[in-house]
């Protein structure tokens, strides 16, 4: 393990690193594409199964890719903060600790040599028992997306007939799932429960239907014709309906009288007395 060198740390190893993990990263980005183009050779020729397996292998390198990515600004990360790595100090500081930790732990799954030797740097600035709990994620100090990127898991099979899906459109091969449901006979249904509302409708009886349009009314444009409330009965109504004879319409009303007129009628009352 290589003694700690602050200069030869910081001049070197993390720019380094970052040089050399674009440089893997767009070899196997274009390994990748030669490895899709593939994919749509065997789908097109009909040879399916092949071509899973061929997808599984395509899944893992991008899962690899996104670790590379990882580690790349985790190392831009060091070479900003490089000064809280210098600090004389056993354990990092909390600023660059996530950093620190992935790099020790991820840096042995990557085949750069350049990160190797920064990692060596690392364990021994911050020491063997500190360098042995990342390496065991102890505490869970290492990021939870950097050890999603390196567990070793068989990809699924949604996940693989997604790949192959993508990988038939962009090369122009007309493949579908085997898992995939078939489209329906009529495809002009509307999808939000059309149907159901049909066989609700065809439920209901003739008789009921028929009772339900009558009840509505007769419509005009499209829309229904208000019905208005009717009247309250005044007090005479009420009475003679009480009295069970009919209701006789009333007449206009009298015109009102004059202030003399109503004058000469208390006179002629005195008159009277």
Known sequence: MPPWNATKAKACRPLLSVQRLRTLQEKKEAQAKAARRDVATLLERGKTETARIRVENIINEDVYLELLELIELYCELLIARFGLVDQNTREPDPAVYEGVCCIIHAAPRTELKEL??????????????????????????????????????????????????????????????????????????????????????????????????????????????????????????????????????????????????????????????
């Open 116 to 273: 190797h030797i920064l990692r060596d740097l690392l364990m021994h600035k911050y020491g063997r028992e500190s360098s042995a709990a990342v390496m065991e994620n102890r505490d869970g100090c290492v990021s939870d997306r950097v050890m999603k990127k390196l567990s070793v898991e068989m990809p699924s099979a949604e996940l693989v007939d997604a790949y192959l899906t993508e990988i038939a459109k962009g090369y122009g091969v007309r493949w579908t799932s085997p898992s995939m449901p078939a489209p329906g006979p009529s495809g002009g249904e509307d999808s939000t429960g059309g149907g159901d509302v049909k066989e609700a409708l065809s439920e209901i009886p003739s008789g009921d239907v028929a009772d339900a349009s009558s009840a509505a009314g007769p419509q005009s444009g499209g829309q229904k014709t208000p019905k208005l409330p009717d009247l309250p009965p005044t007090e005479d109504e009420d009475g003679k309906q009480q009295a069970g004879g009919p209701t006789q319409p009333s007449g206009p009303p009298p015109p009102p009288e004059d202030e003399f007129t109503i004058l000469a009628k208390r006179f002629e009352a005195l008159k009277k007395r």
